[in-house]
């Protein structure tokens, strides 16, 4: 019988070797649902705080009385800079979508942590999209009223349609 003790006990080892594994994989797994939860609310409250100070910045520039050649950009850095920052923003929301479709796939999740994700997913997928927005409105902003500053005093007229035709030919 001792042969068959030993056997029994080394199975009651297997058994509370694999028990002690599948808890420290779910305190795993929950750990890193919980880090993707804060790290998306994070990156909510970051891109909500950049939307709202752009969006005040659009609009004062939209208010703001337009003097013939004082340029808000005169260089196209600031909307270089607003067009670069909507292009990464439109890669994140592409990356953070698909990651979002991901979590069903994932059959270790349980019905609440996909609840939280999708719940924290949609959070910053709004937001980015809210601040992708804001970034174009605002650079849209800076384009309208450095066109709107455009020196026009001196602007050449014609009198016939030919005359003007003649002037882009170099007549």
């Known amino acids: 019988m001792y042969h068959?003790?030993?056997r029994a006990a080394a199975a009651g080892n297997r058994i509370a070797n694999i028990a002690q594994l599948s808890e420290a994989a779910s305190l795993r797994l929950l750990s890193a649902v919980d880090n993707t939860v804060d790290t998306l609310a994070g990156v909510s409250r970051v891109t909500?705080?950049?939307s709202v100070m752009?969006?005040?910045t659009a609009s004062e520039i939209d208010a703001r009385t337009v003097v013939e050649g004082e340029y808000i950009d005169e260089n196209d850095e600031a909307i270089d800079v607003l067009a670069s920052a909507a292009a990464r923003m439109k890669t994140?929301?592409?990356q953070i979508v698909r990651?979002?479709?991901a979590i069903d796939r994932d059959n270790r999740l349980k019905g609440h942590h996909c609840e939280s994700l999708h719940e924290s997913y949609e959070q910053a997928t709004a937001e980015i999209a809210d601040l992708i927005e804001v970034l174009e409105n605002t650079r849209a902003a800076i384009i309208t009223h450095d066109l709107k500053a455009e020196p026009r005093s001196n602007l050449q007229t014609f009198e016939t349609v030919e005359d003007l035709i003649d002037s882009?030919?170099?007549a």
Do not use: M, N, P
Request: aromatic share 0%.
């Open 4 to 6: 068959l003790d030993e």
């Open 48 to 50: 909500s705080g950049l």
């Open 54 to 56: 752009l969006a005040k």
């Open 92 to 94: 994140l929301l592409t």
């Open 99 to 101: 990651r979002r479709a």
């Open 168 to 170: 882009l030919h170099g």
